[in-house]
């Protein structure tokens, strides 16, 4: 079997504002997605940025649309088999409305914490005509060696996808951290707690012992074009 092959989506930044990055200076962030490339088909990360005018006027986003995005990998829409939100926040389900028909994975906690909070996302993006949502309850297997996980968090719901490659593990990892050195230092408390180091110590993300199974190489993050590697 050929190898999995993880390619970043470019769907353009956004500027959160002062008050939002704990140093009050904006910042200007990324705004990504991942395609997996199996010999089976094409599993997609996210879908873009939704709009709405409340949202550009405070995020100011440049966006990059879904077709656009793809089209710059070589790789159009109806190329896409597989859907993954990692979550469902405006940011990372904008392109959803585009994709109708094909099997959206979300986690059965995302989804209805989505559709029941106000002004948790755009209601617009969640249920445009035609999307069709797989609900998980969990860990699955999309395809042979690509798998989603729960990692939780971010929001209730929050999932990775999990790409065994031959030449080692890489985790799509969406918003289960913002930056590669916040996953690092939350993936070194889980060591530290391993080795029986002195407390106290930070308490790791409780799905960290999960994905140390798979013994990630490279973690890839949705707001950081910072890669994470062993």
């Known amino acids: 079997m050929n190898d999995i092959g993880v390619r970043r989506v ?63 990998l070589g790789a159009r829409v109806s190329d896409v088999q597989f859907v993954v939100n990692c979550h469902l926040h405006f940011d990372h389900c904008g392109g959803n409305p585009e994709v109708p028909g094909k099997p959206i994975f979300v986690q ?13 996302t755009l209601p617009e993006l969640i249920d445009a ?34 790409v065994m490659r031959k030449d080692g593990t890489v985790v799509v990892a969406g918003q289960a951290h913002d930056t590669a050195s916040e996953f690092g230092a939350d993936a070194l408390a889980w060591r530290a707690g391993l080795e029986g180091h002195q407390q106290p110590l930070p308490v790791p993300s409780r799905w960290m012992d999960r994905l140390q199974q798979f013994d990630p190489r490279r973690v890839v993050f949705a707001h950081d074009h910072a890669v994470w590697e062993l």
């Open 108 to 120: 059965r906690t995302e989804l209805e914490v989505a559709r029941g909070t106000l002004d948790y």
């Open 129 to 162: 005509p035609g999307l069709r949502y797989e609900v998980l309850d969990g860990e699955a297997e999309l395809l042979p060696g690509v798998h989603v996980l729960p990692t939780p968090g971010h929001t209730p719901g929050h999932q990775s996808i999990v």
């Open 10 to 72: 470019d769907f353009g930044y956004f500027v959160r504002p002062g008050e939002e990055t704990g140093s009050g200076a904006p910042r200007v962030e990324p705004c990504l997605g991942y395609l997996v490339e199996h010999p089976d088909g094409l599993v997609l990360m996210d879908t873009g940025m939704g709009a709405h005018p409340e949202i550009d006027d405070h995020y100011r986003p440049r966006r990059l649309g879904l077709s656009g995005a793809l089209a710059i």
